[in-house]
């Protein structure tokens, strides 16, 4: 249903506070300005130069008589320069004047660009904090690279809940709290996490052994759809159901590489007058690995490889992989119905089968074990990986001698702590080892538990910078958990330990060595799952029971988001322009999404690099499935809310809130009055006018996709889509119109996403102090047409990285 209410979770901080909605929309937010930065007063001699334009164009509706959005322009004494940086970014934007108001001239708006940035540079910014705790992916990141884990099944992040982030990115430490709870959370996962890498301290590498799994311990299926003899084991029903050894030596206690032997075949092909799922095929084997643990936030299981069966003939299959401590295998049927009695129903409903045909124990397709075997633990190098990183050593330490204990502890605080420790810091975990010895008489228990304190210290869950230039390690982490989400590997360890971290030739050589590891896609998924909101992919889906949504389900959606992420990660491997997010000749595509897009289908169903045809109505992110389907409630569209969109997540200027009194829009079900006859009607109120005029061109431009993302022409046989509007004083058509006037000037777009990426890399909203170095970012790139990984690289080497 279309509502004249969005509610825009991620703001810039161009246009973020609006805090009062029965004031005029499009000034609304400038009267909070006040309250975000300590008042910098502006001499009068210093508005020489603009003045003339403020009175122009401002002063009219905000002086002593008139204060729209409670801002008050006269007299210019009692601005302050973050106040008049908002008014800048008002009218840089296109934001005010209104468009039916007279528009500065392109000399005036450069007068003001240049007054405004340099009283910028007075706007103080030592207010802003001085630390952020790591989010949950960083989290489970840097315990993995501090322990040296295997990449198996455990997840640390699993024990500790998901970051609360109202608006804004992950990464910003205004949003990142910590409570009593949380510090719980954090002990458990530190000492599972420990004992992960530290399962054993013996010097002695572990035996592997051989166990058969008596078939009569096999259970997971409901009885209804299993039997089972001394020799056999026959489960008849998927889903998630996961077949298991019922006994308690289904846990492994000792991680480690375990082989898996499975004997099997599919059972009971035409038992029934009617087929049952699999319906074309025989059943498929699925071996996974899944969590003991049934307490914690997330239960965890990954299927581990998928085998096609045979009917009536057995086959022997065998999959190796890491199995992580309190983990097991499983047994499931990979294709099979979770639920054959709907099955069974709907053949009695509609054909001749009698009931008397489904009589008995059900007996449909499945799947017959009669070997299950489990070999291991087997290593490849002994200590392994995990105990050589977590205890700095190619041999088990001594943990009877002080010195080992000493060395152990104080270089796994460096790491840990991501930071030089001092003797008197380092003390106070040595009195804590100590203690902790006195109540065990287990120095291996002692070490594992003062290492768990040490990980649910501030220390470790914190990110600590200086106000003012960073110094070589706070510097270190920014970088590194910009690019990789985790901590610093031990050449930027080695580099800031130097104290050359912070000179510009080396500081330029490590931003290069950073964005070309691989582990530079983590930045590419996560900065553009957030800027774009692709977390709320999903959350209403369409109905793909129904007729219409047919073709949507779960691969489609995954398909939609890989799309994006792809393109993203294109874009900026190739440091092609960010124009291309506007529009683009090519996208990523697999037959899912050729179906869905009408073009040509592809040659398998991963998705590759694909040249658009002419006539596509393709290209850029906002014509991406992806972001059609989560402007969408998964029945209709609404301009409204799409137009939001566009302006929120895509061009960084949201509107503010609507004001309380103004009714939602009732759409008419009758289709006797269109969604623009609506909206139209909705804008005679002035209160709503001013917004709407930005958010609905965008949207009705967009109307054109369905709520999948399907192009279309009609809504109904008696309604046609109208997509033409105007942006920005420029009529357009279509999509391909509203894309041409974005993509003429692309230094706003440009602006707003060098905006973005430095906020996720700072962790903290910009303040006006950050503008001028912004400004010059955008004169930097603007050269080169605004290449992706030339902004990222003058982002990280500018002074929003090595200042506070």
């Not at 161009?14 to 004031?23: D, I, Q, Y």
């Not at 609506?678 to 917004?691: G, I, T, V």
Request: aromatic share 10%; proline share 6%; net charge neutral.
């Amino acid at each position: 249903m279309m509502c004249s209410k969005p509610s825009p979770d991620h703001r810039t901080p161009l246009a973020r506070h609006a805090t009062k909605p029965k004031l005029h929309p499009s000034i609304l937010w400038l009267a909070s300005a006040l309250l975000l930065f300590p008042a910098t007063r502006i001499d009068a001699d210093d508005f020489s130069t603009i003045e003339p334009m403020i009175r122009q164009h401002c002063v009219r509706c905000h002086n002593a008589d008139e204060q729209e959005g409670d801002v008050r322009l006269d007299p210019l004494s009692s601005v302050d320069a973050e106040l008049l940086t908002k008014v800048y970014e008002q009218i840089a934007g296109g934001l005010m004047p209104p468009e039916d108001e007279p528009q500065p001239s392109a000399a005036q708006r450069t007068s003001l660009a240049k007054q405004v940035l340099e009283l910028a540079k007075q706007s103080p910014s030592e207010n802003v904090g001085g630390l952020r705790r790591l989010n949950k992916r960083e989290y489970q990141n840097t315990v993995r690279d501090l322990l040296g884990l295997n990449d198996g099944n455990f997840d640390p992040s699993s024990y500790i809940y998901d970051d609360n982030v109202n608006e804004g990115f992950d990464t910003n430490a205004s949003s990142l709290v910590m409570s009593d709870e949380s510090l719980f959370e954090y002990m458990e996962a530190a000492q599972a996490a420990l004992w992960q890498a530290l399962f054993t301290m013996d010097a002695k590498q572990p035996e592997p052994r051989v166990f058969e799994v008596p078939m009569r311990q096999l259970t997971g299926a409901s009885r209804r759809y299993e039997n089972q003899g001394k020799d056999f084991y026959t489960f008849r029903i998927g889903g998630n159901s996961k077949i298991v050894d019922g006994k308690a030596t289904r846990n492994c206690q000792i991680p480690g590489r375990y082989r898996i032997t499975v004997t099997a075949s599919a059972v009971d092909e035409d038992r029934y007058p009617v087929k049952f799922v699999p319906k074309n095929e025989p059943p498929k084997l699925a071996i996974g690995v899944v969590s003991a643990r049934r307490t914690g936030v997330n239960e965890l299981g990954k299927t581990i490889e998928t085998f096609p069966l045979i009917y009536d003939k057995e086959q022997t299959f065998t999959v190796e992989t890491w199995i992580d401590r309190d983990f097991y295998p499983y047994l499931r049927m990979a294709n099979g119905t979770s639920k054959p009695i709907v099955q069974i129903r709907a053949a009695l409903r509609r054909s001749k089968f009698k009931k008397s045909d489904f009589a008995g124990p059900f007996r449909g397709p499945g799947i017959r074990v009669t070997q299950y075997k489990i070999e291991g633990p087997f290593y490849e190098q002994w200590p392994t990986e995990s105990m050589k990183t977590t205890l700095l050593s190619d041999k088990m330490p001594d943990l009877t001698s002080a010195t080992a204990r000493e060395y152990l502890l104080g270089r796994f605080a460096i790491r840990a702590f991501r930071r030089r420790v001092t003797r008197e810091g380092i003390g106070l975990w040595f009195d804590y080892l100590n203690k902790q010895y006195k109540q065990s008489r287990d120095w291996n228990d002692a070490v594992v538990k003062t290492m768990t304190a040490m990980m649910a210290s501030t220390d470790f869950l914190y990110l600590f910078e200086e106000q003012g230039e960073l110094s070589d390690f706070p510097l270190a982490s920014r970088l590194s958990y910009f690019f990789w989400s985790t901590m610093p590997d031990q050449e930027l360890f080695s580099v800031a330990n130097s104290g050359k971290l912070t000179e510009p030739a080396t500081l330029r050589a490590q931003v290069l060595r950073l964005m070309q590891d691989p582990r530079a896609d983590r930045f590419c998924e996560s900065f553009a799952d957030q800027w774009l909101a692709l977390d709320e992919l999903g959350t209403m889906p369409p109905d793909n029971k129904t007729r219409e949504f047919r073709i949507y389900g779960e691969s489609m959606e995954q398909a939609m988001r890989e799309e994006t992420r792809l393109f993203f990660r294109h874009v900026y491997e190739e440091n092609r322009s960010v124009a291309d997010f506007i529009d683009s000749d090519y996208s990523f595509i697999n037959n899912k999404l050729a179906e869905l897009y009408g073009l040509p289908k592809q040659s398998d169903g991963k998705l590759t690099l694909t040249q658009l045809p002419a006539s596509s109505k393709r290209g850029g992110l906002l014509t991406q499935g992806s972001v059609l389907t989560l402007t969408s409630n998964g029945v209709e569209t609404s301009p409204v809310v799409r137009g939001v969109w566009v302006l929120d997540h895509f061009l960084g200027t949201p509107p503010p809130p609507p004001p309380e009194e103004v009714p939602a829009i009732v759409p008419d079900l009758t289709g006797a009055t269109t969604v623009r006859q609506m909206l139209e009607k909705h804008r005679n109120d002035k209160a709503c006018m001013q917004c709407h005029k930005r958010i609905d061109p965008l949207g009705f431009a967009l109307e054109a996709y369905d709520p999948i993302g399907r192009y279309r022409t009609n809504y109904t046989k008696r309604q046609k889509v109208s997509t033409d509007g105007t942006f920005s004083g420029q009529a357009f058509r279509d999509i391909d119109g509203l894309k041409k006037i974005l993509a003429a000037d692309l230094r706003p777009f440009a602006r707003n996403l060098i905006i973005r990426i430095a906020e996720y890399a700072k962790g903290r909203e910009l303040v006006a102090a950050d503008y001028p170095i912004v400004e010059s970012i955008v004169q930097q790139t603007q050269k080169n047409n605004f290449q992706l990984k030339e902004i990222v690289y003058r982002i990280a080497t500018s002074e929003l990285m090595t200042q506070r």
